[in-house]
C-alpha cells in the first residue's frame, strides 16, 4: 500500500516537488490557497485537500513549502495547529527557507508532543524542483533524518544533516549568502570584460579554466547571451527571484546578528540586492537574481 504525503505548498517549488512524490507512488493529498496552484497539482496526480485537517488524516510524512516563517509557524502551531491534529506517527518535514528560530520552535514544540520534526531547506531553484535534484540541508535527530530519506530522496539528488532543530536554516543561509555574493562578483568581473572590449563567452570559458571559476559563471552564467538554457538567456524571467534572494539574505544577516558575525561581503551583497531590486521603474524584484548583471551595465 502506498504512504501517504500530506503536502502543504504548491507553489514554483512545491508543486515540482509533489508531482515527483507522485511519480515515485507515493499518495499525495495536497493543500494550497492558491486554486490554480490547487489544480495543477491534481493534474499531476495528487489529490486535492478541502482543509488542512482534511490533508493530514492518514499521513505517514507532511510536507510543507512555505513563503516564510510566520506562515510555517501559523501551519504547525498558532493557526491551523497541526501538531495537535496530525498522526503520532507522522513525521513533519518542513522545507520552507525561514529563520533558524522558527525552525527551532517548530521543533521543540514537535518534541513536547512526541511528534517527529525536521527542517529542511533546499538548495537548486525551480530546475532542481523539476528535475528531483535539489539539495536538503537538514536540522533535527539523527534518527528522524534518516527516516525522511525514504522521502526526499524522490526529490533530491543530496541530503545533508546539519545538526539539530535550526541547523538546516543556518546552512541554507550561509549557502545563500555565499551564492549571492559569487554571482554580484561573476557579474562585475564579465561587465569589466565587456567594457573593456572583451567577449563575455571568451571570457567566461578563461575564467572558468582559471581560479576566478565557481558555480554561477559555470552553471548559472549571468551575461545574456552566453549560456544556453538559464535566466540570462530568457530575458531573466523564470529561476529564483530577486525577492526571494532578497528574504534569504536578511535571514543571513539575521543570523550574523544574533552571533555577533562579522559578515561585510553578506552585508554589502543584502545591500546591493536591496538597492537593484528598487532602482528601475521594472519590477526587478521579479526578475531572475542573476539579473543583477544589469546593475553593472
Known amino acids: 500500500m502506498a504512504k501517504k504525503v500530506a503536502f502543504f505548498g504548491l507553489g514554483n ?39 488542512e485537517k482534511e490533508a493530514i488524516a492518514g499521513a505517514d510524512f507532511v510536507i510543507s513549502m512555505l513563503p516564510n516563517g510566520a506562515i510555517a509557524e501559523a501551519l504547525y502551531i498558532d493557526g491551523a495547529g497541526l501538531l495537535d491534529l496530525v498522526e503520532p506517527s507522522a513525521l513533519l518535514i518542513d522545507c520552507s527557507t525561514v529563520a533558524a528560530s522558527s525552525s527551532r520552535r517548530i521543533g521543540e514544540e514537535a518534541k513536547n508532543r512526541n511528534i517527529r520534526a525536521i527542517d529542511a531547506p533546499v538548495s537548486g531553484g525551480v530546475a532542481g524542483a523539476e528535475g528531483a535534484t535539489l539539495a536538503f540541508m537538514c536540522g533535527g535527530e539523527a534518527t528522524d533524518v534518516e527516516a525522511a530519506k525514504e522521502v526526499l530522496k524522490h526529490m533530491g539528488a543530496n541530503i545533508f544533516h546539519a545538526g539539530p532543530a535550526g541547523a538546516g536554516q543556518v546552512a541554507k543561509a550561509c549557502n545563500n549568502m555565499l551564492l549571492a555574493v559569487h554571482m554580484i562578483g561573476t557579474a562585475e568581473a564579465l561587465q569589466l570584460g565587456v567594457d573593456n572590449g572583451l567577449d563575455p563567452k571568451a571570457l567566461s570559458e578563461i575564467m572558468l579554466k582559471s581560479s576566478g571559476c565557481n558555480w554561477s559563471l559555470e552553471k548559472y552564467n549571468p551575461y545574456p547571451g552566453v549560456m544556453e538554457g538559464v535566466p540570462a538567456s530568457r530575458e531573466y524571467s523564470g529561476g529564483f527571484m530577486v525577492k526571494l534572494m532578497q528574504k534569504d539574505l536578511g535571514l543571513a544577516m539575521e543570523a550574523a546578528l544574533a552571533s555577533k558575525s562579522a559578515t561585510p561581503m553578506g552585508a554589502l551583497a543584502n545591500n546591493l540586492y536591496n538597492l537593484y531590486a528598487t532602482m528601475s521603474d521594472e519590477d526587478n524584484a521579479d526578475l531572475d537574481f542573476s539579473s543583477i548583471q544589469r546593475f553593472f551595465d
Open 13 to 51: 517549488m512545491g508543486g515540482p516537488m509533489a508531482a515527483n512524490l507522485i511519480k515515485a507512488g507515493f499518495e499525495v493529498c495536497a493543500f494550497d490557497l492558491v486554486p490554480a496552484s490547487v489544480q495543477k497539482a491534481v493534474e499531476d496526480g495528487c489529490t486535492a485537500a478541502a482543509n
